[in-house]
C-alpha cells in the first residue's frame, strides 16, 4: 500500500511523463530503479525475476527524457525493462507460433549496394527479427527462427543492404490469416517500393486452442476430402512433385526426464519432414504430456523420413538446444491407422533418452501413387534449407577406414580363391565351375545381363523369407550383441588400440598405393611412356576385335575359360599369375619415370682448364 506522500510523487512522476499508468506500474519501474542501485558494474540483473512490466519503446524514450532520477538510472531501467520483455513473450498467452525459414532473394537490382552486407528485419505485431548479413552476389541465408502471434496478422519484411551507410532494398507485407495453419508454406514474395523476391518458407503451429471458423486448419481428426481417390495409381494429374499425403496423429508421450530442479516438463514436439515442420502446442507440468493433436504433410518423395521431436518449453534448455528425445520413421515402414509406441532416443539416434522408459504415442497412415513415386525416385532428392553443420567425427572415420580394410581383404581373398580353382587345388570345386563357365557362356544371350543383376536381390530376399524369428527375439539378440561388443572394446588396452589403427593405416595405405599405381601404370601404357608396350597393347586390342567380329562372343568366352582352367595340365610347374596384370606391371609408374629420367651431363669449363695450364 502507498502512503499520501508515495501516492502524490507517483503521480506527479506519471504527469510529467504525459502518461497514463496506475500505481502497481510505477511501483514495479521504482523497485527496478531500487534494485539497480546496489548492483556494481558489470554486472546484470537477474532476468528471472518475478512480475515484469513490458512496455514500448515510446515509454523507454519518455523515462530517458523524464525526471532527473530516471534520467540517472534510465539505461540501467531500460536495459531491465528490456531483457524481461523477451521473458513476457514466452509468458503471454500467444495464439500461435510462425515459424519462418529464410533461403534466399532474387533478381535484386545491379548497383554498389546489391549482392552484399544484405540482411532482412521481419516484424509481427511487436515482435521481430532480424537476419544475418550475407556477403554474395546472389544472398543466401537458410536461417530458422520463430515469431509469435498475438493479434496482429500482418507479417513486415523488409530487405537493407549495409555498408558504410545502410540502404533500404524493399519491403513486402504477407497476411497470415490467408495461409492455412498446420502446414508448411513455400512463399516467393515480390518485394515493394523495389525489386526482388524473396524466397521463405511459412508455418503457422502450435496454437492452444482451437483457431477461429474463418482460418483454414488440417488439425482435428474429421477429413472430408477422400485422400484414397486423389493418389490412387491411375490419378495422373499435373503435380507429379506431390506423390502422397502423411497424416500422422500425436497422441502424447510419457516416461519424459525433467532437466531442471523442479521436476517440471513443459513439453511440446516438433514433427519434419524434408523442409516441412510443424510443432504442436505446450503441455505444462507433466512428464506424461497428452497432445491429441492431427497433421497433415504433403509427400514429396516416399524414401524420406518423418522426423519426431519433443522439446521442453524451459529458456535454459532452449538455451542449449537439448531436447527430450527424438525419432525417426521413414514413411515405407508406416502401417495405417496403427497406434505404437515409438521409443524416444537420445541426440546421436543410437541410445535410448533420458528418462523412465521416454515413448511417444503415434498413428500415422500414409496414402500416395505408386506411379507418381516410382518416377519421382529418378529425379534429384529434395534438399533439407537447414541443415546441421558437419562435425569431425573420429569414430565415423574409424568405421569408414575400417571398412575400406575389409573390402580390400575381400577383393585379395577373392582373388586367390579364384587363383585355387585354376590351380585344381580342390578338383570338385574347379571341375564344377569350368562346367558351370561353359555352360554359362553357352546359352548366355545380350537380353540376360539384367536378370544376372536380379541375383544378388533374389539371394537376399530368400534369405528374409526364410528367417521366421519373432522382431522381439532379434531385438534381444541385438541388443545382446550390443552389449558383448561394449565389452569387448572395454578390455582392449591402449597398446591393442594403437596397435590396430597402426595395421588398419599400414592396410589402407598400402591397397591405394597399388590402386594408385595399377592406374599410372594403365595412363602410361596410353601415352606412350614405353612405346614397345603400347604399340604391343594396340595391337593385341585390334587382334581382339576381329576375334569377336569373327567369332561369337560366347565361344570366345568359353574358349578363354577352357585356357585358364588347362593351364596347369599344359605346365604343371608354372606359377600361378594373371596376365592382364602382369603384362601392366611392366609398364613404369609415375615414380619409376622419375627414377628414369636423365640429367643433364655438366659440360667442363674451358678457360679455367686453360688457366690450369699455363701456370
Not at 539497480?36 to 523515462?63: C, H, K, Y
Not at 563357365?437 to 530376399?461: Q, S
Not at 590396430?500 to 599400414?506: I, K, N, V, Y
Request: aromatic share 10%; net charge positive; proline share 4%.
Amino acid at each position: 500500500m502507498f502512503d499520501a506522500g508515495t501516492s502524490r510523487f507517483l503521480s506527479l512522476v506519471s504527469v510529467s511523463l504525459g502518461l497514463d499508468l496506475d500505481f502497481s506500474a510505477m511501483k514495479i519501474i521504482l523497485h527496478s530503479i531500487a534494485r539497480s542501485i546496489p548492483i556494481p558494474d558489470g554486472l546484470v540483473m537477474d532476468p528471472m525475476a518475478p512480475t515484469t512490466l513490458a512496455v514500448n519503446n515510446q515509454f523507454m524514450e519518455r523515462i530517458g527524457t523524464g525526471l532527473t532520477l530516471l534520467r540517472d538510472h534510465g539505461k540501467k531501467v531500460q536495459k531491465y525493462l528490456l531483457k524481461n520483455a523477451k521473458f513476457e513473450v514466452l509468458k503471454r498467452p500467444w495464439n500461435s507460433v510462425v515459424n519462418i525459414v529464410l533461403i534466399e532473394a532474387k533478381e535484386l537490382p545491379d548497383g554498389p549496394a546489391s549482392g552484399s552486407g544484405l540482411y532482412c528485419k521481419f516484424k509481427l505485431g511487436n515482435d521481430s527479427h532480424k537476419s544475418k548479413q550475407v556477403h554474395k552476389a546472389r544472398p543466401v541465408w537458410r536461417e530458422r527462427f520463430n515469431l509469435y502471434l498475438y493479434e496482429e496478422n500482418t507479417l513486415e519484411i523488409k530487405v537493407w543492404h549495409k555498408a558504410k551507410q545502410k540502404t533500404f532494398m524493399g519491403k513486402c507485407i504477407i497476411d497470415l490469416s490467408q495461409l492455412e495453419k498446420e502446414r508448411t508454406h513455400d512463399v516467393w514474395q515480390e518485394l515493394e517500393c523495389g525489386f526482388g523476391r524473396v524466397h521463405l518458407l511459412l508455418t503457422i503451429s502450435g496454437a492452444h486452442r482451437g483457431p477461429p471458423d474463418n482460418i483454414l486448419t488440417t488439425n482435428g481428426y474429421h477429413h472430408e476430402h477422400h485422400v484414397d481417390d486423389k493418389f490412387s495409381w491411375y490419378q495422373l494429374d499435373k503435380n507429379w512433385n506431390e506423390v502422397g499425403e502423411l497424416s500422422v496423429t500425436v497422441h502424447g508421450a510419457k516416461g519424459l526426464s525433467a532437466h531442471n530442479i523442479s521436476g517440471n516438463v513443459n513439453s511440446y514436439c516438433v514433427l519434419e519432414l524434408d523442409n516441412s515442420r510443424i510443432q504442436t502446442h505446450t503441455v505444462r507440468g507433466t512428464c506424461d504430456p497428452n497432445w491429441s493433436k492431427t497433421f497433415t504433410f504433403s509427400v514429396n518423395d516416399v524414401t524420406s523420413t518423418v522426423d519426431i521431436t519433443v522439446y521442453d518449453e524451459s529458456i535454459l534448455q532452449s538455451m542449449k538446444g537439448e531436447c527430450l528425445g527424438r525419432v525417426s520413421i521413414p514413411l515405407l515402414r508406416v502401417v495405417n491407422h496403427e497406434k505404437k509406441w515409438y521409443a524416444l532416443k537420445d541426440r546421436s539416434k543410437r541410445n535410448s533418452a533420458r528418462g523412465h522408459c521416454p515413448r511417444i504415442l503415434l498413428e500415422m497412415s500414409l496414402t500416395w501413387n505408386p506411379i507418381k513415386a516410382s518416377l519421382r525416385v529418378l529425379t534429384p532428392k529434395e534438399r533439407k534449407y537447414i541443415e546441421k553443420p558437419q562435425k569431425f567425427d573420429i569414430p565415423l572415420i574409424y568405421s569408414n577406414l575400417n571398412f575400406i580394410k575389409m573390402v580390400f581383404k575381400y577383393i585379395q581373398n577373392g582373388n586367390e580363391s579364384f587363383k585355387l580353382l585354376f590351380e585344381w587345388e580342390n578338383q570338385e570345386k574347379s571341375a564344377m565351375a569350368l562346367t558351370a563357365w561353359v555352360t554359362f557362356w553357352y546359352f548366355f544371350r545380350m537380353w540376360m545381363t539384367p536378370l544376372l543383376l536380379v541375383l544378388p536381390f533374389a539371394h537376399y530376399w530368400l534369405i528374409l523369407r526364410n528367417e521366421n524369428q519373432q522382431l522381439s527375439t532379434s531385438c534381444q539378440i541385438e541388443e545382446i550383441d550390443e552389449e558383448e561388443e561394449e565389452v569387448q572394446k572395454d578390455d582392449k588396452t591402449i597398446k591393442t588400440r594403437l596397435n590396430e589403427l597402426q595395421d588398419l593405416t599400414f592396410t589402407i595405405k598400402n591397397s591405394i598405393d597399388y590402386i594408385c599405381s595399377l592406374l599410372e601404370r594403365i595412363k602410361n601404357l596410353v601415352n606412350f611412356s614405353v612405346p614397345y608396350l603400347s604399340y604391343l597393347a594396340v595391337l593385341a586390342l585390334i587382334g581382339a576385335a576381329i576375334a569377336f567380329y569373327i567369332i561369337p562372343a560366347n565361344y570366345l568366352f568359353m574358349a578363354f575359360g577352357i585356357y585358364k582352367f588347362t593351364r596347369k595340365f599344359l605346365n604343371p610347374d608354372r606359377v600361378p599369375n594373371n596376365d592382364i596384370l602382369d603384362f601392366i606391371s611392366r609398364v613404369p609408374d609415375n615414380e619409376i619415370l622419375k627414377e628414369w629420367r636423365e640429367l643433364k651431363v655438366p659440360e667442363p669449363n674451358l678457360s679455367r682448364s686453360n688457366s690450369m695450364k699455363r701456370r
